[in-house]
């Protein structure tokens, strides 16, 4: 099955690994088919936009049978990229950067991470889930060995751009930014911002929101 190299929208990119996530599931009870219909009963898509975003992929079902899972999940790994490992590094090994270094799931989705590095004389040259930490003034020349192109920054925000810049000198071409601070790269480095402080105060919200409307209904 040939993969698409059309450029897929982002929506869509992010609604795959929900399917893939469900049919491993599926396949792990033993069953060979399943339908864009009961993919969406379960992801909570309609099954005409689940049969959009597969078709991306280059992959159709079968009329009344529907996909079949091997092959779906074989097209969705090698799509998202979970089939390949991606060599990263931690930069910031404090408790979240930590828990990062501790994940070895990761793995499962084509990310290894091979080493951290920081500042702080506690944690540097020491391991974390045997994953070695350094001080981030080694990383430029240890990464001409490690050859990681994928940066997780996980530094306090002050320092952010500073530590990102740095990155993209010694070779990162992709920064998984865990930091409030939005920093900027040039056009030919990847940047993908996922802020855990934007997501609660997201959630705050619709918990006050939520709690505010139920308060008038009982009025």
């Known amino acids: 099955m040939s993969i698409s190299n059309s450029k897929i929208p982002e929506p869509a990119l992010r609604r795959l690994p929900w399917y893939l996530s469900y049919v491993k599931l599926l396949k792990g ?39 079949d899972i091997d092959e779906l999940i074989h097209v969705l790994e090698s799509f998202l990229g979970f089939t390949k490992q991606h060599k990263a590094v931690v930069f910031g090994v404090g408790s979240l950067g930590a828990a990062l270094l501790s994940d070895s799931g990761l793995e499962q989705f084509g990310l290894k991470i091979i080493a951290g590095f920081d500042v702080d ?6 391991s974390t889930h045997t994953i070695p930490v350094y001080h981030s003034n080694e990383f430029i020349e240890r990464n001409k060995g490690i050859k990681a192109e994928i940066g997780i920054l996980a530094v306090p925000s ?29 056009e030919d480095v990847v940047l993908q911002n996922t802020s855990l402080y934007a ?9 006050n929101d939520s709690k505010i409307q139920k308060f008038k209904n009982s009025k």
């Open 121 to 126: 004389d506690s944690v540097v040259n020491e």
């Open 29 to 67: 009870r033993g069953e060979t088919y399943v339908s864009s219909t009961r993919i969406a009963d379960k992801i909570d898509v309609s099954a005409t936009q689940i049969a959009k975003d597969l078709s991306y992929v280059n992959i159709s079902g079968k009329t009344r049978v529907g996909y």
């Open 158 to 186: 002050g320092v952010a751009q500073t530590v990102s810049n740095y990155m993209v000198r010694g070779g990162i071409k992709a920064i998984w930014n865990f930091t409030p601070f939005r920093v900027r790269v040039s």
């Open 199 to 207: 997501h609660l105060a997201v959630m705050f919200n619709r918990l």
